[in-house]
């Protein structure tokens, strides 16, 4: 008897995030514009709430940031204007939209995003928790650096290089 393809995929493709989700080690996935129509037969990955939310933060029990793939990839790009698409990867359950150029369109992405959170409730409470998500990943991994102490101005190689360019700028 052969085995639906959707238990397939959770014994063979998803074996190795299930047991690296539950050991701690993943802290952020990025989704694929992908489909995988034993999970959501209507939505590719970044889109679909029964992957991003049902599957991973659900059945798998993943916490950690979920990030789009740029979402100026053609199998997006093609089919949605850029700033419904971020809103879709919100209400599906991602945290961090990748929108890597055209700086208008960011704009007008965080505008409609922005505008559409002040009505939808359920969409203000996701991105309160991507949010929490956000800063939890960034107090772990992204802590400041020690500021250089001040006594290296003036030692000799700072003297060596004001000596150099001086004859450049008199």
Not at 153 to 168: D, F, K, M, N
């Amino acid at each position: 008897m052969l085995k639906s393809p959707g238990r397939l995929l959770w014994k063979r493709d998803l074996f190795p995030y299930r047991r690296l989700i539950k050991e701690g080690i993943i802290k952020t996935l990025m989704t694929a514009h992908v489909r995988y129509p034993a999970f959501d037969p209507e939505h590719c990955a970044t889109f679909s709430r029964a992957i991003l939310t049902e599957l991973l933060r659900g059945r798998i029990g993943y916490r950690g940031l979920i990030v789009s793939d740029d979402l100026f990839m053609k199998a997006i790009s093609d089919r949605f204007d850029i700033p419904s698409a971020v809103i879709r990867f919100f209400e599906a359950g991602g945290d961090i939209a990748l929108v890597c150029k055209e700086p208008e369109v960011q704009t007008e992405a965080i505008i409609r995003v922005t505008e559409l959170a002040g009505k939808d409730r359920f969409l203000r409470d996701h991105l309160q928790k991507s949010r929490r998500r956000i800063e939890r990943i960034r107090r772990r991994f992204c802590r400041p650096k020690a500021l250089p102490s001040l006594s290296v101005i003036g030692c000799r190689e700072h003297r060596e290089v004001v000596e150099a360019l001086t004859p450049i700028f008199v």
